[in-house]
């Protein structure tokens, strides 16, 4: 059974900070990629950010300068910093776990969701 456990979310006023963190035993060496998505009620999931095996990132432009995605392979864990928090930050996060197949990287392997909420 493949396992990724996102921890981390809570509530915060605008402009604080929170720190996730995903684990998932293997897929940090072994992945391709990793990376942090987000969805809001009735709204699709979106990409935030991406993190390669070089250690590679990208971001959503809308995060850039605010959020940074790190990994820590000896631990086995995904994180995302989230700095300067805005109420449209709300939203549950999710880490994945991206895998080569057919010569593509694709996000195959995603965690159960943790909440972030914030409030002007």
């Known amino acids: 059974q493949v396992t990724l456990v996102e921890s981390g979310g809570g509530s915060v006023q605008a402009g604080g900070s929170l720190r996730l963190a995903c684990t998932a035993p293997?897929?940090?060496?072994?992945?391709?990629?990793m990376g942090w998505y987000r969805q809001t009620a009735g709204q699709g999931r979106e990409w935030i950010s991406t993190?390669?095996?070089?250690?590679?990132?990208t971001y959503k432009t809308s995060v850039k300068g605010r959020f940074t995605i790190a990994k820590d392979n000896a631990k086995n864990t995904l994180y995302l910093q989230m700095n300067s928090l805005k109420p449209e930050d709300t939203a549950m996060y999710y880490c994945?776990?991206?895998?080569?197949?057919?010569?593509?990287?694709?996000?195959?392997?995603w965690g159960q969701g943790t909440q972030v909420t914030v409030s002007s």
């Open positions: 993190i390669s095996t070089y250690g590679t990132t």
């Open positions: 293997g897929f940090t060496s072994n992945s391709c990629a």
């Open positions: 994945a776990a991206a895998i080569r197949t057919g010569g593509a990287c694709q996000y195959t392997y």
